[in-house]
T-cell receptor
Framework: AQSVTQPDIHITVSEGASLELRCNYS??????LFWYVQSPGQGLQLLLK??????LVQGIKGFEAEFKRSQSSFNLRKPSVHWSDAAEYFC???????????FGPGTSLSVIP | DTEVTQTPKHLVMGMTNKKSLKCEQH?????MYWYKQKAKKPPELMFV???????INESVPSRFSPECPNSSLLNLHLHALQPEDSALYLC???????????????????FGAGSRLTVL
């Protein structure tokens, strides 16, 4: 089945520690890939996107993500987490054959001071 | 202007009420979307309007009725809702990348802050 998975439902990190959030997709071709962040009670904000080219993409708020075709993964990373990064993170894919963006189940990030 | 504005932020309605959610963007985007999001879940696509025409309806019950009066506005009319319809309703827009009927490029979505709906 075609899907987007985020294996970690919830992650807790200490402020200043590094972070990696995992995302895997299962589609026949490489879709367009996104990471969105949602603070409590708010809409979603785009962190970064991958369309083609360089497999390491930079985003806002110090985030980056690496696309690995062989692993069908698009993991999000940040070298040093801030307390304000506590939020829900959604990986998403855009299958080019539809006007649809499909979201993964999300990973909830908690940050310990 | 890089915002999608949704009103109201909060709405409480009874099951016999008729209400509407409104969404506005002035980015020149030609695709607009309604998503429904339950707590601790990802957004679920409801409707897509492309160039002011309904292009996708994800088998949404008829008690939800979308309307796109013009390229900047998107409404969601609500009637005879059920308590399980309580959720955060998110509007989004994107530059429609359809060229002569073919989809090309990617849908980069800009979201509004959402309307929190409670059905009693």
């Amino acid at each position: 089945a075609q899907s987007v998975t985020q294996p970690d439902i919830h992650i807790t990190v200490s402020e200043g520690a590094s972070l990696e959030l995992r995302c895997n997709y299962s589609y026949g071709a490489t879709p367009y890939l996104f990471w969105y962040v949602q603070s409590p009670g708010q809409g979603l904000q785009l962190l970064l996107k991958y369309f083609s080219g360089d497999t390491l993409v930079q985003g806002i708020k110090g985030f980056e993500a690496e696309f690995k075709r062989s692993q069908s993964s698009f993991n999000l990373r940040k070298p040093s987490v801030h307390w304000s990064d506590a939020a829900e993170y959604f990986c998403a894919v855009d299958k080019t054959s539809y006007d649809k963006v499909i979201f993964g189940p999300g990973t909830s990030l908690s940050v310990i001071p | 202007d890089t915002e999608v504005t949704q009103t109201p932020k909060h709405l409480v309605m009874g099951m016999t009420n008729k209400k509407s959610l409104k969404c506005e963007q002035h980015m020149g985007h030609r695709a607009m979307y309604w998503y429904k999001q339950k707590a601790k879940k990802p957004p679920e696509l409801m409707f897509v309007y492309s160039y002011e025409k309904l292009s996708i309806n994800e088998s949404v019950p008829s008690r939800f009725s979308p309307e796109c009066p013009n390229s900047s506005l998107l409404n969601l009319h609500l009637h005879a809702l059920q308590p399980e319809d309580s959720a955060l309703y998110l509007c989004a827009s994107s530059q429609d990348v359809r060229i002569q009927g073919e989809h090309s490029g990617a849908n980069v979505l800009t979201f509004g802050a959402g309307s929190r709906l409670t059905v009693l």
